[in-house]
């Protein structure tokens, strides 16, 4: 009985690096969904949120939906502006992580996520699906998204 207690104990109190990156994924499509409650958040609270996702030196190359435009974002500093920018255009984004996949490599510093977006805008009559890859890097024991890029808009 203990050793079944054990088994079941140990994961909660100490997760595994693929565990930690779900649980990062899954409060990250919280943090870019926009809600009414919300409100504006604030610089500081984009700072603080955004520094517990992201390294400081992150890649974000997307083709944005509207399928024409690239957006290139290059160190955190970029990426917090055009957040603001977002969050002061847009009411109400609703973000899901679909399908996840994780890969690991050995020592268990890097890994990389594969991501299927849902996003609905009311604005816009149809849900936008698209694939993403998140590169992923182990620093002081805490994981950080390095590189983001869309793979392909999904109909």
Request: aromatic share 8%.
């Amino acid at each position: 009985m203990i050793g079944g207690a054990c088994f079941i104990l140990v994961p909660l109190i100490f997760p595994g690096d693929e565990t930690l990156i779900f649980r990062k994924l899954d409060d990250l499509a919280e943090f870019v969904s926009i809600r009414p409650q919300q409100g504006l958040m604030t610089r500081e609270d984009i700072r603080a949120q955004v520094e517990t996702f992201f390294d400081s030196e992150i890649r974000i190359q997307l083709n944005l939906p509207d399928g024409q435009t690239n957006l290139l974002l290059s160190g955190i500093e970029k990426l917090k502006e055009y957040i603001l920018k977002v969050r002061s255009q847009v009411r109400l984004l609703n973000v899901d992580f679909l399908e996840q996949s994780i890969e690991i490599t050995e020592p268990h510093t890097k890994a990389v996520a594969f991501v299927t977006v849902r996003a609905r805008v009311p604005s816009r009559p149809q849900l936008e699906f698209s694939e993403f890859r998140l590169d992923w890097v182990k620093k002081e024991n805490e994981w950080k998204i390095t590189h983001v890029e869309s793979i392909r808009p999904l109909k």
